[in-house]
Structure formats: C-alpha cells, structure tokens
C-alpha cells in the first residue's frame, strides 16, 4: 500500500488536523523504515502483512511465502456432513434419515480419496521443500564461483 | 393487551437476552401482558420465560403481538410464520456465511440457512434491525423500506458499572507495557489475524514493550491453530495473549488496563464492545466496515484500508498523544449518551404506538 493512499475520514471532527496527522505518520514510517534498515529489521514484511524471510534467504520472498504456505496447507482437506434441514411434511424425518445414511456413504469414499491427496501433497511439500534447499545451496555455491572467478580475473 | 417475544435462547451474559428482558420489562411497566418463549432457556431464567413449545398455544391469537428476536437459524422461525397475531421482526443479524467457508463447514451451513430464511420472514407488520446496516439487510432481503425502523438494544446495564479484579489489575500494570485490547468471539469475520499483525508491526518497530489481548471464546480448532501458527511465526509468543471467554469482572478489568482497543472486524451488526471501550475512556481504532462506523458515530478512529504501517503508526500516536487521546476519548463519551436506554425506550414506545399495542 503506497503511502500516500490516504483515507480522508481516517479521523473526523473539527478539533482534529487530520492531515497534519497523517502527515505526521508518513513522516514517522520514513524515520522507521531507515532505522530498521539499520538494524537489519525485515520492515517491509511485516508492513505488508507477509512473514519475515529467514536469515538466511537468498531467493525470492515469493517463493518462500509460496512454500510456506504449501507446508501449512498441504494436510487441510476439510471433508464433514453438512445436511439442510429438509421441509417435507409427514416424511421429512424419514427423508432426512436416508439423505444423511447417503451422505455418510458417500463421505466415506471422499474420504479415502481426501487420504490419497493429503499423502501426495504431503510428498510435493517435501519435494518443494528439498528443491528449494538445493537451489539455496547451488546459488551460493555459483555465487562463491563467480566471486572467485572475478577476483582471479582482477 | 399480549405481547410475546420469542427467540432462540435466554441465556445469561447474552446480549439479546438481555434486550429480550429489558423489553419485558417495560411492557409490563406499560400495563401490557408480556411472555417470553426461547427454544433453549437458561436455569436461571426459567421463572421467567418457556421453553417456544409453549407457544403452540397462543399462535390463534390475532389480538395479541409477537416480537420475533432473528440472530441465529432455529426452526421456531415457523412458529412466526404459522402464527395469526401482529408481528415484529427484531433482525440481530446473522454473519455471512463466507466467512466460516474454508475454517467449519457445519457453521458456514448454519449462517447460510439462517440468512436464506430471512426471506421467509417477510410477512411482518414491522421489521427492525438493532442498527441501519441490519435495517438495509432486511430491506435487502425484500422487506419493504416503509416497513422497517430501527430500534437500538438496551445494553447492559451490569457492563457499564465500574468492578475491577484486584489480581488481574495488578498482574496487568506490573508489567508496564502499552497494552492494546480486542473483545469478542475469535472467528474469522473478525480478521483477529489483522489485529495481530498491526501488532505485530507496533511491537516490533515502534514500542517492543507493549502486550496484545484478545479477549473472547475461542471455539473454531482450524481457525485458532492458524492464529497460533502466525503468532508463533512472528515471535509474538510472549506479546500475545489469547484469555478466552472471561467473567464480566475480568473484562472490565481488561478495559481499564488497556491503551487503545484495536478492532479490525469486516463484519459486525452492532458491535458492543466498542460501546465498552467508549464506556471505559479507551481510544478506539476500527477497521470501517459493516456496522462499525454507525455504531462509532464520529467518535473513535477509523481505518479503511489495511496500510499496516499506517495503522501502526495511528495505534502509537493514540497511546502517546494526550491531547489526541483526549479529544478521541471526549468524542467517545458523548457518543455514548446517544445509547442511553431511555432514548431506546423512548423509541419502543414510540413503535408500540405506531402499531396501536399503546395508546398515543
């Protein structure tokens, strides 16, 4: 969210400079900003709502929230019986009774196959996961190389 | 002169509980009959009210009145249907179902057919929401504009008295940090996960002695595991604090110790505890959104795009500018004078009148 995105009613009232204020506070977030560059603090994430890199990051924040995310996800396949209630007069129990005796039958197939998914996003998670642990190590190491290779050319 | 109020449950520490037996209240005072029926009535209250199969009864009633209290789906919403008195329809407001889709499903299913069966309940002599936001729900959902009003709950009165824990009080100040507080139910609709997260921008760069409170039932496992995972990530672990449901004394407590009282609800209907935060002199910072800003009047701040920086940034200046926190909190206090429950008595009677239950 750009800084100057400004919402006009943020503060109301006569007796309150609103835009003195605001100014005020993109002041503030400058001075906070470049203090936190100083100490090295992941500013930028946690003012857009993203989770800090690890310290050790050296690919793009993206991918590392996009791993993240497929690690807390992989196992969340929500499957559970929901049943309207259903209007008939006189055999409405009945009717109920039958659709949830169907609905259980056929949770219990979604389920088998909601296990078979959950096993293989569990296996792509891993998969990611050992991929992006490798492309780590093959970026520094390339990195060490091109580092050498300059300094022997120098 | 019979009046019935129905609804789903009569229970103690509810707010539309409370409202049901303030309404009572009155229509006694006013000379009227009134009974209370509720499809699950507390221990406490049943000297008070039955249980809604004793409404059976009184459905071929044409002279009588029924007020209707709709906050939740229940099946008693036949009983309004079915019965021949005059009718109102009292709409609590029911949470969009989206909210609970990906976190429970059975409570998405429940908020959907709550809202689904709001259409049925159209053939009502009046229909009021406790708030503009839900009158505009009824008129959406085909109750003609001239049909409905609005008519504020009665709070209560047992919140708006000052009681501390002497423990908890303690507990709270020794610790020394700016203290920001949200109440209510930790569910979806009301993005606990933004609150963290101004948070968590606050604590970080601005003030690390400060503490988070979050006040309220925690009653969804997928939902509060997701929160804990996020605080965890964010190191938050010692900043953050999860109470759980709290006894009234407790809450007030909580009031009184807290700075700011951050809340970043996308949907609310009313929204009491920003009425508490006015009732305890704490500074107000709200998301814009549904009932908020109609409940906060000009009082409080409100934020309408999630900057986090900016929220941040708004959250220190109302904890550490005094002249600001001052004319804040000022605005609070007259606001909440238009919540006084003789102006909400006033309008009952008002309504009572225009459906001639009392002479004018």
Not at chain 2, 59 to 63: A, I
């Given at each position: 969210m750009p800084d100057d995105d400004l919402t006009a009613d943020l503060l109301k009232g006569d007796d309150i400079d609103a835009e003195a204020i605001m100014q005020e506070i993109r002041a503030r977030i400058r001075a906070r900003r470049a203090e936190a560059q100083s100490r090295g603090f992941d500013f930028e994430a946690y003012a857009d709502g993203l989770y800090p890199l690890p310290p050790d990051a050296i690919l793009s924040r993206d991918l590392y929230e996009a791993v993240r995310y497929v690690g807390l996800s992989y196992d969340k396949v929500n499957i559970d019986r929901v049943l309207t209630e259903t209007r008939l007069p006189l055999i409405g129990g009945l009717v109920h009774r039958v659709r949830a005796a169907l609905h259980e039958l056929v949770l219990f197939y979604v389920n088998r196959q909601a296990a078979r998914q959950i096993y293989f996003n569990e296996q792509a998670a891993r998969a990611l996961n050992a991929l992006v642990r490798d492309l780590e190590t093959e970026v520094c190491d390339l990195r060490a190389r091109i580092a050498d290779l300059e300094a022997n050319q120098g | 002169m019979r009046v019935h109020q129905l609804g789903h449950g009569l229970i103690p520490g509810d707010a539309i509980s409370h409202h049901t037996l303030e309404i009572d209240r009155r229509l006694r005072a006013w000379g009227l009959e009134s009974h209370i029926f509720a499809g699950h009535v507390a221990s406490e209250y049943q000297a008070l009210a039955q249980t809604d199969g004793h409404f059976h009864s009184f459905?071929?009633?044409?002279?009588d009145l029924l007020i209707y209290h709709y906050s939740i789906y229940d099946p008693n919403y036949r009983l309004f249907q079915k019965t021949l008195m005059r009718k109102i329809l009292i709409y609590h407001n029911i949470t969009p179902p989206q909210f609970f889709q990906g976190w429970d499903r059975s409570l998405a299913a429940l908020c959907d057919a709550g809202r689904r069966v709001l259409v049925e309940l159209?053939?009502?002599d009046l229909a009021l929401g406790d708030s503009d936001f839900n009158r505009r729900e009824l008129v959406a959902a085909g109750i003609p504009e001239e049909k409905t009003d609005v008519l504020s709950i009665f709070l209560p009165q047992s919140h708006f008295t000052p009681a501390t824990d002497p423990d908890l009080m303690t507990q709270l100040q020794a610790q020394g940090t700016v203290k920001f507080l949200t109440v209510g139910r930790?569910?979806?609709?009301?993005a606990i996960e933004d609150v963290i997260r101004i948070f968590a921008l606050y604590h970080r760069a601005i003030n690390p002695r400060s503490c988070l409170y979050v006040v309220g039932s925690r009653y969804l496992p997928a939902y509060d595991t997701a929160l804990d995972e996020l605080v965890d990530e964010l190191a938050l672990n010692d900043a953050?604090?999860?109470?759980g449901l709290v006894s009234d004394t407790a809450l007030k407590t909580y009031y009184q110790a807290a700075d700011l009282y951050l809340h970043a609800s996308h949907?609310?209907?009313?929204?009491?505890p920003l009425i508490e935060s006015m009732y305890f002199g704490l500074p107000i910072l709200a998301r814009k959104a549904a009932a908020v800003p109609e409940t906060l009047g000009d009082a409080g701040v409100l934020f309408t795009r999630l900057g986090y920086k900016k929220v941040a940034e708004m959250a220190h200046l109302l904890v550490s500018d005094e002249s600001l926190k001052a004319q804040v909190i000022a605005r609070q206090r007259q606001r909440l004078q238009d919540f006084a429950h003789d102006r909400v008595e006033a309008k009952l009677r008002e309504i009572l009148i225009r459906l001639h239950v009392l002479p004018a």
């Open positions: - | 459905l071929d009633s044409p002279d159209r053939g009502c930790v569910v979806p609709n009301k953050v604090v999860f109470t949907h609310e209907g009313f929204c009491v």
